[in-house]
Every structure is written in structure tokens, then in C-alpha cells.
């Protein structure tokens, strides 16, 4: 469908003709990074600053015309891409990574600098910019933002709202919001960096945020435990959680991914013998944790090996057994994702019996479980099922989001509600929770013109 000529040329009077793009250029903005989510645009509009988001949004509003904002459009819930003919506002462009305020241990960063451009600022002034996921390279400020971003160093540090003292952005009013200076206490009003964190780009456009930075640590040490099953590894975790003060991420892979991931790879087993369960353990401190990480696994029991590296090239071949879960999952087939979070005297019995609950729904399926196990958060990916079929997609997450919610969970850990899970939000979220995210979204976006089809839907 084409652009009405006169919203073109209003969108190209504020962007410029090389940053409004309506031919075959589109494509790679209509489609996920898992593949499961193709819509199509009109156009894509790329501003170059928040003046210029502002007017973008302004041309919109007054055209009537909905928006999705995208940023590395690596979210996995399709809520980046336009699956309603959405115009997509790229925000690729405003990717400038301002100066590390070293006395201060911040940075402010454009919302299209890549998660990456800020670790490794951080890192150059001695710092680290403690939010790591492996899309890292990818994914941008802004998104992570939007979806209030965990990741594998979420149980030490906390999530992408942790390290937010401030955000500048364009709501859907029009009205620009900006607080940057970076004043860790500050309760002056309402916290709209809060507000705006993890609202999946439904009140505001995300242009800039200024983020907290934590010590670098000069030591890091990775082992990968091996256990029998996965309440050991459970109990495991809740014991080094509580001795282990220099503990950065624990997550769990079990023995089916970790094969998987070896033969997309190419590599080896991490073990001779191969175990059902391991959990990828990471401490760092100013003084070398391997001593007090050794201990810490001696002390528990069920472990069945123990591989361990403190070098660069070591740490990432143990780590390539959990981080390429993702892409590994994907040569599969387009998966189904589950991304939910369970108590943690719920979380073994959610492993064990999820895989029959998906089954019961969809004999053919597959279930890959692995994820965030420090924190509770489990990656529940299902292959082997078509992902074109509404009504087969109504009963599997319907299955999966009762399930959980029956555990005591919640139906969105990190990854965000997107379009695909905005329709199971009740179940999860009370009558009175439901009209207090409605009635901030009519505050912010009156017009309704911000991912209508995310969150809450239409
Ligand atoms: P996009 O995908 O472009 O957008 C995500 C959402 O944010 C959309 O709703 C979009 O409309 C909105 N949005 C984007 N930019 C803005 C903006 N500037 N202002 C307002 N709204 C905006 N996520 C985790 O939390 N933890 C992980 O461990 C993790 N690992 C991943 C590993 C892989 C291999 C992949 C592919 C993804 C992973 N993700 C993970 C998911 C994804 O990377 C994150 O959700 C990331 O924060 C998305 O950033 P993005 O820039 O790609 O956002
Ligand atoms: C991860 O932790 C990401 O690797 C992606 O959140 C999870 O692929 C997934 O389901
Ligand atoms: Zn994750």
C-alpha cells in the first residue's frame, strides 16, 4: 500500500528523501528476527534527532496514521515490526554514545546506539555497562529501554530499569519529556523513566537515556557445573545466590539444547559424559573469585563435573553452549517462545511437567527449556509445530500462560507482551491493573497512534 502523497511529502520535508524509504528496502523492517512475524509498511521513516521524532510524530497524528518505533528490531514478541501497515519510525540514526562521566560512572546514549556501543564505551573509562544479553550487538538503547531489557547479569545488577536514571522522549501528545542529568536521587514528580521503561513503545519514543555504569572487574571466572537433574541444579543456584557475593549470572541449559547447539556449532560436548543438566556459573570481583566459586560448588551436592576458564577464549567456548540456544533453536524451525518467570520453589516443577502440558496441546511439538535460572526466568521455546495456524497458536499459549500463571508466575519476564502475548495480559494482570495501564495510555497517547496493536491491543 502507498504512502497518500501528501503525508510523503510532510514526512520527507522533516526526515529528508534518503531517510524516507518506500521501496524494496522496507523488506528487512516487515519481518522478526525469528522469522515468525512478517507484516508491511508503507514506509520507513529514519530521523536523525528528537526534533525530528517529535515532527515525524506530529505529521502522524494529524494523518491519523499508527507508528511502530523500531530500533535493532531484535524483540521476540513481535512488537517491532508493522504487522497493521504501521509506518515504522526507525530510530537506527541516533546512535551517538556521549562521553563517560567517569567522576559521575554514567553515559548518556542515543536510543539507537547498540547495547554493545555501550558496553564497550563503559569499558574503555575502566567502567561496565552491566545489562549483557546475546543480542548485544544488535539490539539498541532505546529497545531495551522500551522492553525494560534483563539478560544473564540481571541477579547481581538488575534489568535495563536498574541502570536508567533518565530518559529523554516523545511522548504521543507530542509533548518532548527530557531528564538526563543524571541525579541518582531524584524524586521530583512522578518517575516517567520508570513509566516509559518497559512500556514497549506505546506512550513514548524513546530518544536518548542516560544510564548507570558499575566497577569493571579486573577478575572473571565461568565454570560449567554439570547436575543429575534440575532440582539440583535448582538448589544449587539458591545456595550460591546467598554465599557467593561476587556472583554475576547463573543459567541453566539442559542436555537436549546443549547437543543441539554442539551440532550447529560443529564443537564438542562440554563433557565426555554427557549429564542432563548444567548451569553456566559467572562471578567477577577486584580480587580473583575462582577460589571462592570452587568452594561454593564443593559445597553443594548432586555435581556431577565441573569445566572451568578465566580467560577470554575459554569463558565464550562455555558460554557458546547457552548463548547460541537462540539461533541454534531457530535452524530448527520458527519457534513458538515463551519467555515467563516462576517463583523459585516453582520453577523444577514447572521444567518437568511444561514439556507434557505443550505436548497436550500440540502432540508434535518439541520443547527446549533453558534460560535466566538465577533469577527465575526460563525460556520455554516449542518447535515442530506450524506457526501460521491462529487457532493451534490459541491453544498452545493458552496451555503454556495457565500453566504458568498456576505456578505462581508471570506470563512476561523480559522479552515484553508485544503482539503476542497482548492477548493472554488478563490473564495474568487483574481487572484493576488493566485499567490503570488503559487509562496511562490515553494520558500519553491520546490518538492512539503508538504500536496500537502492542500491549494492550486494540
Ligand atoms: P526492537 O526489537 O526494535 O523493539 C522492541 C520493542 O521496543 C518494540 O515494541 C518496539 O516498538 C519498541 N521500541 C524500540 N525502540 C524504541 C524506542 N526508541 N522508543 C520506544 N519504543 C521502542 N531480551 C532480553 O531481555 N534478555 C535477553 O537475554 C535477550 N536475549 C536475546 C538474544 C537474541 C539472540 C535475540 C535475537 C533477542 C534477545 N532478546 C533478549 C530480545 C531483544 O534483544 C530485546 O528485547 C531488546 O531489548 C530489543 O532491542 P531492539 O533495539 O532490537 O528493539
Ligand atoms: C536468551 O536469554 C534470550 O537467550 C532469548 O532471552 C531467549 O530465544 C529465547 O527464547
Ligand atoms: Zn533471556
Given at each position: 500500500?502507498?504512502?497518500?502523497?501528501?503525508?510523503?511529502?510532510?514526512?520527507?520535508?522533516?526526515?529528508?528523501?534518503?531517510?524516507?524509504?518506500?521501496?524494496?528496502?522496507?523488506?528487512?523492517?516487515?519481518?522478526?528476527?525469528?522469522?515468525?512475524?512478517?507484516?508491511?509498511?508503507?514506509?520507513?521513516?529514519?530521523?536523525?534527532?528528537?526534533?525530528?521524532?517529535?515532527?515525524?510524530?506530529?505529521?502522524?497524528?494529524?494523518?491519523?496514521?499508527?507508528?511502530?518505533?523500531?530500533?535493532?528490531?531484535?524483540?521476540l514478541?513481535?512488537?517491532?515490526?508493522?504487522?497493521?501497515?504501521?509506518?515504522?519510525?526507525?530510530?537506527?540514526?541516533?546512535?551517538?554514545?556521549?562521553?563517560?562521566?567517569?567522576?559521575?560512572?554514567?553515559?548518556?546514549?542515543g536510543a539507537?546506539?547498540?547495547?554493545?556501543?555501550?558496553?564497550?564505551?563503559?569499558?574503555?573509562?575502566?567502567l561496565?555497562?552491566?545489562?549483557?544479553?546475546?543480542?548485544?550487538?544488535?539490539a539498541?538503547?532505546?529497545?531495551?529501554?522500551a522492553?525494560?531489557?534483563?539478560?544473564?547479569?540481571v541477579?547481581?545488577?538488575?534489568?535495563t530499569?536498574?541502570?536508567?536514571?533518565?530518559?529523554?522522549?516523545?511522548l504521543g501528545?507530542?509533548?518532548?519529556?527530557?531528564?538526563?542529568?543524571?541525579?541518582?536521587?531524584?524524586?521530583?514528580?512522578?518517575?516517567?523513566?520508570?513509566?516509559?521503561?518497559?512500556?514497549?513503545g506505546?506512550?513514548?519514543?524513546?530518544t536518548a537515556?542516560?544510564?548507570?555504569?558499575?566497577?569493571?572487574?579486573e577478575?572473571?571466572?565461568?565454570?560449567?557445573?554439570?547436575f543429575?537433574?534440575?532440582?539440583?541444579?535448582?538448589?544449587?543456584?539458591?545456595?550460591?545466590?546467598?554465599?557467593?557475593?561476587?556472583?554475576?549470572?547463573?543459567?541453566?541449559?539442559?542436555?537436549?539444547?546443549?547437543?543441539?547447539?554442539a551440532?550447529?556449532?560443529?564443537?564438542?560436548?562440554?563433557?565426555?559424559?554427557?549429564?542432563?543438566?548444567?548451569?553456566?556459573?559467572?562471578?567477577?570481583?577486584?580480587?580473583?573469585?575462582?577460589?571462592?566459586?570452587?568452594?561454593?560448588?564443593?559445597?553443594?551436592?548432586g555435581?556431577?563435573?565441573?569445566?572451568?576458564?578465566?580467560?577470554a577464549?575459554?569463558?565464550?567456548?562455555?558460554?557458546?553452549?547457552?548463548?547460541?540456544?537462540?539461533?541454534?533453536?531457530?535452524?530448527?524451525?520458527?519457534?513458538?517462545?515463551?519467555?515467563?518467570?516462576?517463583?523459585?520453589?516453582?520453577?523444577?516443577?514447572?521444567?518437568?511437567?511444561?514439556?507434557?502440558?505443550?505436548?497436550?496441546?500440540?502432540?508434535?511439538?518439541?520443547?527446549?527449556?533453558?534460560?535466566?535460572?538465577?533469577?527465575?526466568?526460563?525460556?520455554?521455546?516449542?518447535?515442530?509445530?506450524?506457526?501460521?495456524?491462529?487457532?493451534?497458536?490459541?491453544?498452545?499459549?493458552?496451555?503454556?500462560?495457565?500453566?504458568?500463571?498456576?505456578?505462581?508466575?508471570?506470563?512476561?519476564?523480559?522479552?515484553?507482551?508485544?503482539?503476542?502475548?497482548?492477548?493472554?495480559?488478563?490473564?495474568?494482570?487483574?481487572?484493576?491493573?488493566?485499567?490503570?495501564?488503559?487509562?496511562l495510555?490515553?494520558?500519553?497517547?491520546?490518538?492512539?497512534?503508538?504500536?496500537?496493536?502492542?500491549l494492550?491491543?486494540?
Open positions: 500500500m502507498p504512502l497518500d502523497p501528501s503525508l510523503r511529502r510532510e514526512l520527507v520535508d522533516v526526515v529528508g528523501p534518503a531517510h524516507l524509504i518506500d521501496d524494496d528496502r522496507r523488506a528487512s523492517y516487515e519481518i522478526d528476527w525469528t522469522g515468525r512475524f512478517r507484516g508491511a509498511t508503507p514506509a520507513v521513516v529514519r530521523p536523525g534527532g528528537t526534533d525530528e521524532v517529535a515532527a515525524v510524530l506530529d505529521v502522524c497524528r494529524r494523518h491519523g496514521v499508527a507508528v511502530v518505533p523500531q530500533g535493532g528490531n531484535t524483540g514478541v513481535g512488537g517491532s515490526v508493522p504487522l497493521a501497515g504501521e509506518v515504522v519510525l526507525s530510530l537506527r540514526r541516533l546512535d551517538a554514545v556521549g562521553e563517560v562521566d567517569r567522576e559521575a560512572a554514567q553515559l548518556t546514549a539507537g546506539a547498540s547495547v554493545e556501543s555501550v558496553q564497550q564505551a563503559a569499558a574503555r573509562a575502566g561496565r555497562y552491566a545489562v549483557d544479553f546475546g543480542a548485544r550487538g544488535s539498541t538503547v532505546g529497545g531495551s529501554v522492553t525494560d531489557a534483563g539478560g544473564i547479569n541477579l547481581r545488577w538488575g534489568g530499569r536498574a541502570q536508567l536514571l533518565g530518559v529523554e522522549a516523545v501528545t507530542g509533548d518532548v519529556v527530557s531528564r538526563l542529568q543524571g541525579l541518582v536521587k531524584d524524586n521530583t514528580g512522578y518517575d516517567l523513566a520508570g513509566v516509559l521503561c518497559g512500556s514497549e506505546t506512550l513514548g519514543v524513546v537515556a542516560r544510564l548507570r555504569l558499575v566497577a569493571a572487574h577478575h572473571t571466572v565461568t565454570a560449567l557445573v554439570a543429575a537433574d534440575v532440582p539440583a541444579a535448582v538448589r544449587a543456584v539458591a545456595t550460591w545466590r546467598s554465599s557467593l557475593d561476587t556472583l554475576d549470572a547463573a543459567e541453566i541449559v539442559l542436555d537436549p539444547g546443549v547437543r543441539l547447539v551440532g550447529v556449532l560443529g564443537c564438542g560436548l562440554p563433557f565426555d559424559r554427557p549429564a542432563p543438566v548444567y548451569v553456566l556459573v559467572e562471578a567477577s570481583g577486584h580480587d580473583d573469585p575462582t577460589d571462592d566459586l570452587a568452594v561454593a560448588v564443593g559445597a553443594v551436592v555435581v556431577l563435573g565441573v569445566a572451568v576458564a578465566s580467560d577464549a575459554g569463558r565464550s567456548r562455555l558460554w557458546r553452549y547457552r548463548e547460541e540456544h537462540t539461533s541454534s533453536i531457530n535452524t530448527v524451525g520458527v519457534p513458538h517462545k515463551y519467555d515467563v518467570t516462576l517463583p523459585i520453589a516453582a520453577l523444577a516443577g514447572f521444567m518437568a511437567d511444561v514439556p507434557a502440558v505443550v505436548r497436550a496441546a500440540a502432540p508434535s511439538a518439541t520443547t527446549w527449556l533453558f534460560g535466566h535460572v538465577g533469577d527465575g526466568n526460563i525460556h520455554v521455546n516449542v518447535t515442530g509445530v506450524a506457526v501460521d495456524d491462529p487457532a493451534l497458536d490459541e491453544v498452545l499459549d493458552e496451555a503454556v500462560y495457565r500453566f504458568v500463571v498456576a505456578c505462581g508466575g508471570c506470563i512476561s519476564a523480559e522479552h515484553g507482551i508485544g503482539t503476542a502475548k497482548a492477548r493472554w495480559l488478563s490473564l495474568d494482570r487483574s481487572a484493576g491493573d488493566l485499567a490503570a495501564m488503559r487509562a495510555k490515553s494520558a500519553f497517547d491520546p490518538a492512539g497512534i503508538l504500536n496500537p496493536a502492542v494492550l491491543g486494540q
